[in-house]
């Protein structure tokens, strides 16, 4: 069975510094009322998207995904959209949210894999994002206050 320390294994040739993972969930009640204030009754899930990670010290992030097949290197500096990769879109969102509260982000390679059914309604996108975060922190450790940057 594939994991996530593997495909990074596989993808940059050499272990990662940090697993992290992200539960998937399920919206019990109100699926889909959260955003519009209403209330929601979620659960986590037994399935999950896991982040294998390594800082670099060049600046350049690299990203690999074991459910698609494109991967995308860009730089610290220039966070952008690829048409070519767009699931990558959601790492560089959190990215770009991190960077916009004062956390410091430096290069790193990154492999993710998980086993959240895509597109079944168990929240892969957010699972995703959470991970990212977690990778993040343990690469680059940061606090976060409800203002931005904590101590």
């Not at 596989?10 to 519009?36: C, I, K, M, S, W």
């Not at 350049?60 to 500096?77: C, G, L």
Request: net charge neutral.
């Amino acid at each position: 069975m594939l994991d996530t320390q593997t495909v990074f294994q596989r993808q940059f040739g050499y272990q990662p510094a940090h697993v992290v993972q992200a539960p998937g969930r399920l919206e019990l009640l109100g699926n889909h009322t959260d955003y519009n204030l209403g209330l929601v009754m979620a659960l986590a899930i037994n399935k999950h998207i896991s982040i294998a990670c390594a800082p670099r010290q060049d600046g350049k992030i690299e990203i690999v995904s074991s459910a698609f097949p494109q991967r995308d290197s860009f730089s610290v500096a220039e966070i952008e959209k690829n048409p070519a990769a767009p699931w990558a879109n959601y790492v560089k969102g959190v990215l770009l949210q991190l960077r916009q509260r004062g956390v410091q982000l430096g290069g790193f390679d990154a492999a993710i894999h998980g086993t959240i059914v895509l597109g079944a309604g168990m929240s892969s996108s957010a699972a995703l994002e959470v991970a990212t975060t977690l990778a993040i922190r343990q690469l680059y450790p940061y606090s976060l206050t409800e203002s931005g940057l904590g101590a």
